[in-house]
């Protein structure tokens, strides 16, 4: 366990490009209310700030300003991990492909409550501005709001995955003013995929052609209530 007590770990500018945490497979890391920003990792590296493939929960933590050439500005879940987000900000992170808040890949599950993914972007002609996964990703009373992807998700993307978003409300989940250079401006909904939105609110979103809100890409489905 890392406790932050409100400090901030950064990488300094100017200096050789880093990531500031990993969590191996045998791991389990529970990090509270601390900022991680200015992480940054090259080509065929993913997780800017945060590379997890055991078991990781945030809390009342602040994840801002890093960046990857490839997949995961912020965090990238992989390789049968689980990342837990409470009370966190994922803020101002950029991946050049895939997530450029949080990248999630198969078999690797995100949980994200009370939090905030805001203003994280794709750079290239790639999917998932806020969140992008292959596996299953669960939002609760949370915001994704003003991210941008080059092509696909400007909020969240899914490929062969599954989305459940679900607030005690409408004003408590919200997807809202994001940006996709091409389909599914708020929330992308690739082939095998299922998004489940139950008390959501989706608006403000934007695409370059298809899907402002959600696009569900063939063999994918959407499942809207109360919303």
Known sequence: TIVGNGF????????????????????????????????????????????????????DSH???????????GIA?????STTLVNTTVSGNSASD???????????????????????????FGDGGGI???????????????????????????LYAYAFLIGNSMADTEVSYNLAGFSGGGIYSGPGSSEILVNVTVSGNEAGTRGGGVYTEFYGEASITQS
């Open 132 to 158: 992008f996964s292959y596996a299953g990703v669960a939002i609760s009373n949370s915001t994704i709001t003003g991210n941008y992807a080059g092509f696909r998700g400007g909020g969240i993307g899914t």
């Open 63 to 73: 994840v801002l300003g890093n960046t990857s050439a490839d997949a995961g500005g």
């Open 8 to 59: 901030t770990l950064s990488r300094q500018g100017g200096s050789p490009q880093f990531r500031l945490l990993s969590n191996t497979a045998a791991g389990s890391l529970r990090i509270e209310n601390l900022t991680l920003t200015g992480g940054s990792v090259g080509s065929f590296e993913d997780g800017g700030a945060i590379l997890n493939t055991g078991t990781l929960t945030l809390v």
């Open 98 to 124: 895939l997530g450029g808040g949080i990248y999630s890949d198969f078999d690797s599950p995100v949980v994200i409550t009370g939090s905030t993914i805001s203003d994280n972007e794709v750079t290239s």
């Open 77 to 81: 879940n992989k390789t049968d991990g």
